[in-house]
């Protein structure tokens, strides 16, 4: 079974649209992250959560809006995204913090028309 | 500040030649942890290695090989007779055990394999 999966692996919305993002996790782990790639930037840290209480928010504009409901469980919640918006989003999850090994699920390519 | 610099944009070689990934970091902390991930055309980023910084010894593993100078400040990834599905962008990325729960990560390196 994979570790990390998500869903949709592909989005496309307009920029009125209200979607989200799922994840989720078969590890047992207790520390959940998403992360946004663009084209030609480094990997970029969104939020954090940490047995389901959120730990990090690196300055990310309030469109997008995460959930951990439980452990195994994250979504991040879009509304009136910006073209500038589309990238591939990643979900992650590792034992405890960060010094422990990420386990990166296969993302969602979002596309913002 | 942390700090994770991969120069190489982008490397190609022909199959079975070796190739060596560069990375350089900056970190004022003491104890902190290195990772290697390879991200294939898929998107996944897969993970490779975790080094931490009190152990300098270098890792094989099969075709791979890392080579940790903490003089340097540098954990490079060497990789033995390419082949076409090492085709990926390589991502170095670092860790400090007083950051809480970010990593910083590098730029990355594309890797074109030729057959």
């Known amino acids: 079974e994979t570790g990390v999966t998500q869903t949709p692996r592909h989005l496309v919305m307009g920029m009125t649209n209200k979607k989200s993002l799922k994840c989720e996790q078969h590890?047992?782990?207790?520390?959940m992250y998403w992360y946004k790639q663009s084209a030609k930037k480094p990997l970029e840290l969104m939020f954090v959560?940490?047995?389901?209480?959120?730990?990090e928010n690196n300055s990310v504009p309030s469109r997008f809006s995460p959930e951990c409901p439980n452990s195994s469980h994250l979504f991040l919640h879009l509304h009136t995204l910006q073209p500038e918006d589309s990238a591939l989003y990643l979900c992650?999850?590792?034992?405890?913090?960060?010094?422990?090994?990420?386990?990166f699920g296969p993302g969602t390519r979002l596309t913002v028309l | 500040a942390q700090k994770v610099t991969q120069a190489q944009t982008e490397i190609s070689v022909v199959e079975k030649e070796d190739v060596t990934l560069d990375c350089v970091y900056e970190?004022?902390?003491?104890?902190?942890?290195l990772f290697w991930y390879k991200q294939p055309p898929s998107g996944e980023l897969v993970f490779l290695i975790r080094?931490?910084?009190?152990?300098?010894q270098n890792e094989i593993s099969g075709r791979y090989s890392w080579n940790f100078q903490k003089s340097t400040s540098s954990f490079n990834f060497t990789i033995t007779a390419s082949q076409v599905v090492d085709s990926a962008v390589y991502f170095c990325?670092?860790?400090?055990?007083?950051?809480?729960?970010?990593?910083?990560f590098g730029a990355g390196t594309r890797l074109f394999v030729k057959a």
């Open positions: 992650a999850s590792s034992r405890r913090d960060s010094t422990d090994t990420q386990y």
């Open positions: 590890l047992g782990h207790n520390a």
């Open positions: 959560y940490s047995l389901e209480e959120r730990v």
């Open positions: 970190t004022r902390d003491t104890t902190y942890y």
């Open positions: 080094r931490n910084s009190f152990d300098e």
């Open positions: 990325a670092l860790s400090e055990v007083r950051g809480g729960f970010k990593t910083i």
